[in-house]
């Protein structure tokens, strides 16, 4: 049993945006939620898991371009594509990407998940620095339920970094990595569907799927909800 207390109505997840699994894992778990007419009742909360904290290591374009093979085809309509952008324009650290999250929740918990979206889609499709405030706030300007200033405001005083890395640190050593589900049931999953080992060292080799079954997403809203 984990340790997480998730209220009635939510999913907690773990995530890093420059996850790769966890953009296809939220994906899936979004588009489930919405066949099964549960977009108004279910909400997500996306909580830090700090990879390049975790992992001791910046986020290099050696550890995850090798995954862009393996991920992408998982769902193809993400377009997730090769780093299309100069490498010295790499982004290095997720965090204040995922701080600009964090703010976004205090507005709406939609106002989070669209940016959190945009964000991952705008690293694995479309190339752009997403550790950079202006690309952030750029991003945030095509989110609908986010509201620019009001986040340019939270980035530029900090106010979300604090409890996002308190939560952060308090729960780091019970998460099994990104993306890992919390449910109020008391049952969690990490990375549900699929199964991968890693051929060679990161950043000098590359995952291998072993296993795929994006229908678990189907029950796991069941259980969620």
Same mark, same amino acid.
């Given at each position: 049993?984990?340790?997480?207390?998730?209220?009635?109505?939510?999913?907690?997840?773990?995530?890093?945006?420059?996850?790769?699994?966890?953009?296809?894992?939220?994906?899936?778990?979004?588009?489930?939620?919405?066949?099964?007419?549960?977009?108004?009742?279910?909400?997500?909360?996306?909580?830090?898991?700090?990879?390049?904290?975790?992992?001791?290591?910046?986020?290099?374009?050696?550890?995850?371009?090798?995954?862009?093979?393996?991920?992408?085809?998982?769902?193809?309509?993400?377009?997730?594509?090769?780093?299309?952008?100069?490498?010295?324009?790499?982004? +290095?650290?997720?965090?204040?990407?995922?701080? &600009?999250?964090?703010?976004? %929740? #205090?507005?709406? *918990?939609?106002? =989070?998940?669209? $940016?959190?979206?945009?964000?991952?889609?705008?690293?694995?499709?479309?190339?752009?620095?997403?550790?950079?405030?202006?690309?952030?706030?750029?991003?945030?300007?095509?989110?609908?339920? +986010?509201?620019?200033?009001?986040?340019?405001? &939270?980035?530029?005083?900090? %106010? #979300?970094?604090? *409890?996002?890395? =308190?939560?952060? $640190?308090?729960?780091?050593?019970?998460?099994?990595?990104?993306?890992?589900?919390?449910?109020?049931?008391?049952?969690?999953?990490?990375?549900?569907?699929?199964?991968?080992?890693?051929?060679?060292?990161?950043?000098?080799?590359?995952?291998?799927?072993?296993?795929?079954?994006?229908?678990?997403?189907?029950?796991?809203?069941?259980?969620?909800?």
């Amino acid at each position: 049993m984990s340790r997480i207390e998730v209220p009635d109505g939510t999913i907690v997840v773990y995530t890093d945006v420059m996850c790769g699994w966890s953009t296809v894992a939220l994906h899936r778990f979004y588009r489930a939620r919405h066949e099964a007419g549960l977009d108004d009742q279910l909400e997500v909360d996306l909580r830090l898991f700090l990879l390049e904290d975790v992992n001791r290591t910046p986020l290099t374009s050696s550890i995850i371009e090798p995954e862009k093979p393996v991920v992408g085809p998982l769902e193809p309509d993400l377009d997730i594509t090769p780093w299309q952008g100069d490498l010295s324009a790499w982004p +290095v650290t997720s965090l204040p990407a995922n701080e &600009a999250v964090h703010a976004a %929740r #205090a507005q709406s *918990p939609a106002a =989070a998940e669209q $940016l959190d979206m945009a964000l991952r889609l705008a690293f694995w499709r479309d190339s752009r620095c997403v550790s950079m405030r202006h690309e952030i706030l750029a991003i945030a300007d095509g989110c609908e339920a +986010v509201d620019t200033d009001e986040l340019r405001a &939270a980035l530029d005083d900090g %106010r #979300a970094r604090g *409890p996002m890395m =308190a939560q952060y $640190l308090r729960d780091r050593d019970v998460v099994a990595g990104s993306p890992h589900f919390f449910l109020s049931d008391g049952s969690d999953q990490h990375n549900p569907g699929i199964s991968f080992h890693q051929q060679g060292t990161t950043g000098a080799g590359f995952p291998v799927l072993d296993g795929d079954d994006p229908k678990a997403y189907d029950e796991l809203v069941r259980r969620a909800a």
